[in-house]
């Protein structure tokens, strides 16, 4: 008889492998008195309604909402990690249903500020920055919302868009519940022909096994269970766009991605221009399609052959406090300051390793400026698992250091900036890996998973971009967007970008169903953005090594102090050509070329 294996509860993890979340609250009921406390005092923001031209007024205003916002935060962060331990604990969703809420109540209190400072004389404003030692660190922060004038409502407006944010989210949080707590897949054979359960956790692993049958029945399990709810899924999506599409007409931008990016200062033009460079170059990734066809044996190739490594090595059992040693090699590159941050967070316990029942699926890092950043994981002993180690851990000491360096009121970087931290770890981790190994076949299996940060990272990504702007620009023309027109839109994709050799399977149409970045409106973009300014700065990294280190570091420090198109100037990478991702392309050619010379 097979044996079925079943995930741990969360009580059966061991302590020493779950985050340190006690460090936020010890308990609930320290959680509720901060939320009482809160609401008690949150309404008082509203008292400086139309006081804000005073220099004392402003000043003290700034000071208690900061002060509360701080607190606003932490409370939702504790609320939404315990809640992600396990999605079924109704305890920790009750949390989550009291401060989702609140949070636009909250937003409420003080929706006149934007526009009454925009009602004040420009000049006023600076005059005032200029002449008070305390609101000259508050510089920035006025002229990014001067700068958004014509986007600004009145404040009545502005107060009703508060009020109805918990709302607009509404699509996101169904999607998330449907996905992580009501969706179960079933059962798949694995290679010993024991009988495990399919999760969103192990589906890497299993799509990755050397044997094909694991990796067909998992890819169609796994995308049939989607195929069932494709008609809720896609009323969710589609919810979120027109929410997204209704945000940007009511401030008056011209689409939802100008939306997106003005605020920033990114050109709408590094959007389209990442999209028309990679679709430039496709002819790469269908290269790397035949190449792997040839390398696999196959007559033909399946979407569920992309990604097996291309060469037969012994499947790697890496435990995790291995693959902590193999992260801190791997980033040595950048100095013994930054080792003992990503050492200390190990041993504080920034990280909540392992998957269990009910847990949220994929990985991140988050926290709030007043808490240790934190890394949820679903560690499942693969390389794959080591290299997401290294990403997540990339953006935790990346909060550290804008959260160390920078006051409150800068104390986050942009989503544009957001996976540059994480990536540059990717690639200096892939990089070491790469150059220590003597072995030709594990040598032909690092090149590939270079290879495949690239391909899921750069050209996937970008197809994701793709297909966003082809849903908003949809709707924004007024036609709709149905189940079948999104499967759709998402094949035809596919065959663009794998190119004729592939076998686009008609499972893989219903894939875009289980993209969760899709509820942010145009973010996954950033990916190959991050991925092409990673790929500079390690590079830089490893052949300059202590000056690259220190311009790369006062990239992490500058958090929310500058535009991201700026910061990364600053740093030595000019995000407003196509170079960096033109770069990006030449590796994956280099390593194409590596890979045929190994065979």
């Excluded at 200096?428 to 030709?440: M, Q």
């Excluded at 990294?541 to 202590?546: A, K, M, S």
């Amino acid at each position: 008889m097979s044996k079925v294996n079943t995930l741990k509860l969360r009580q059966e993890i061991d302590e020493k492998f779950k985050w340190n979340i006690e460090k936020v609250y010890k308990t609930i009921e320290h959680w509720e008195n901060d939320f009482n406390e809160l609401k008690k005092e949150a309404p008082s923001l509203k008292n400086f309604e139309n006081k804000l031209n005073n220099v004392e007024e402003l000043k003290t205003f700034l000071k208690l909402s900061e002060r509360l916002s701080r607190k606003l935060e932490k409370l939702y962060v504790f609320a939404h990690m315990r809640s992600h331990e396990d999605t079924a604990n109704t305890i920790y969703q009750s949390l989550v249903n009291k401060i989702d809420p609140y949070m636009a109540e909250f937003s409420s209190y003080s929706a006149f500020f934007v526009p009454e400072i925009l009602s004040i004389n420009e000049e006023v404003i600076n005059n005032m920055i200029a002449e008070d030692s305390e609101l000259k660190k508050y510089d920035i922060f006025f002229k990014k919302i001067l700068k958004e004038k014509p986007h600004i409502l009145s404040k009545e407006e502005e107060q009703l868009l508060a009020t109805v944010s918990d709302c607009l989210g509404a699509p996101d949080s169904i999607y998330s519940m449907l996905t992580n707590a009501d969706m179960s897949f079933g059962n798949v054979k694995d290679e010993n022909n024991n009988e495990i359960l399919l999760t969103e956790g192990n589906y890497g692993s299993l799509i990755r096994s050397k044997d094909r049958r694991v990796r067909e029945e998992a890819f169609k399990l796994l995308f049939n269970t989607y195929k069932k709810f494709e008609n809720t899924i896609a009323t969710s999506l589609t919810s979120s766009l027109k929410n997204n599409i209704f945000m940007a007409k009511t401030r008056k931008y011209k689409s939802s991605l100008e939306a997106s990016l003005k605020p920033n200062d990114i050109p709408v033009e590094v959007y389209y221009n990442a999209i028309d460079t990679i679709n430039k170059n496709i002819k790469s990734l269908h290269r790397y399609v035949d190449i792997k066809k040839k390398l696999l044996s196959l007559d033909k190739i399946h979407m569920y052959d992309l990604y097996v490594p291309v060469v037969d090595t012994p499947k790697e059992h890496i435990e995790y406090l291995d693959a902590i040693k193999i992260v801190e090699e791997g980033l040595n590159p950048l100095g013994e300051e930054y080792l003992n941050i990503f050492n200390e967070g190990i041993k504080s316990g920034w990280v909540d390793v392992y998957e269990n029942k009910g847990k949220r699926s994929g990985a991140y890092s988050w926290g709030s400026y007043d808490t240790m950043p934190y890394v949820l994981l679903n560690y499942n002993y693969d390389l794959n698992d080591v290299s997401t180690l290294a990403h997540e851990m990339g953006h935790s000491i990346h909060s550290y250091y804008t959260r160390a360096t920078q006051p409150y009121v800068y104390g986050n970087y942009t989503l544009f900036c957001a996976e540059v931290a994480s990536t540059t770890n990717e690639i200096l981790l892939i990089n070491y890996l790469i150059n220590k190994e003597e072995d030709r076949k594990k040598k032909l299996y690092l090149v590939n998973q270079e290879l495949e940060q690239i391909r899921t990272t750069v050209f996937r990504q970008l197809m994701f971009a793709e297909f966003e702007l082809i849903n908003h620009e949809t709707i924004e023309k007024g036609e709709s967007l149905t189940a079948k027109d999104l499967n759709k839109i998402w094949k035809d994709l596919n065959v663009k970008y794998f190119g004729d050799k592939m076998i686009v399977d008609d499972e893989i149409e219903i894939e875009w169903a289980r993209i969760p970045h899709f509820y942010s409106d145009f973010y996954v973009y950033q990916y190959a953005t991050g991925y092409a300014a990673a790929s500079a700065f390690a590079k830089a990294i490893l052949e300059n090594g202590e000056d690259s280190v220190n311009k790369y570091k006062s990239f992490l420090k500058a958090g929310g102090s500058m535009y991201p198109i700026d910061t990364l100037k600053m740093a030595g990478v000019d995000m407003t050509t196509s170079k960096p991702l033109e770069a990006t392309i030449e590796r994956f050619n280099e390593l194409l070329n590596i890979l045929e010379e190994l065979i």
